[in-house]
């Protein structure tokens, strides 16, 4: 199974947004013979954990194709036993170099943990899990001094690449040996851009780097 570097893989993922940005966008790896390699298996250099927003699609916004990326989505981009164990899985037995948290601006999850805490709102159903797994964010972001939108959902980005990292062991113990790193992107739904919120482990240029690879493959 190939495998590459967590800077590889981010400058991938960085590459392909911005062709998604200026319109420029190749569409890689989404014929039939990319369909018929991958029947045996596959081999994602990245496992990306979004929000379940229906405007972050992360083969579109990045730029990728089958079988580039391991993608787990919820509301929020919240986390719970099966999405532990769904990036678990991608990075120690599909080889994913890169995990990535994507939050997004507007998000509806983050706006209804925040109505909850500032104004008392109680969300019915299985959506009050989602709300109160956001909270602590919300709460974190209060005690930061954080008030704006864009803040307090960079916040909630960074917690859950804390998350990530704290309650999961394999996952910590792969990104302290420099086998994968995490990372957490904060996504512009009118301008399509993603950028860098926060990260742990080396998603740096090393020495044997492909510098100039147009594929982390």
Known sequence: MPRTSPHIAFDAL???????????????????ARRTELAPGQDPFAVVLGCSDSRLAAEIIFDQGLGDLFVVRTAGHVLGPEVLGSVEYATSVLGARLVVVLGHDSCGAVAAARAAVEEGFSAGGFVRDVVERVTPSILAARAAGLTSDSDIIDEHIRHTVDLLIDRSRLLSQQVEAGEVAVVGLGYQLAEGSARLVTSRGDITESDDAVLDAPSPR
């Open 14 to 32: 960085l590459s392909g947004n911005k062709r998604f940005v200026a319109g420029t966008v190749e569409h890689p790896n989404q014929d039939a």
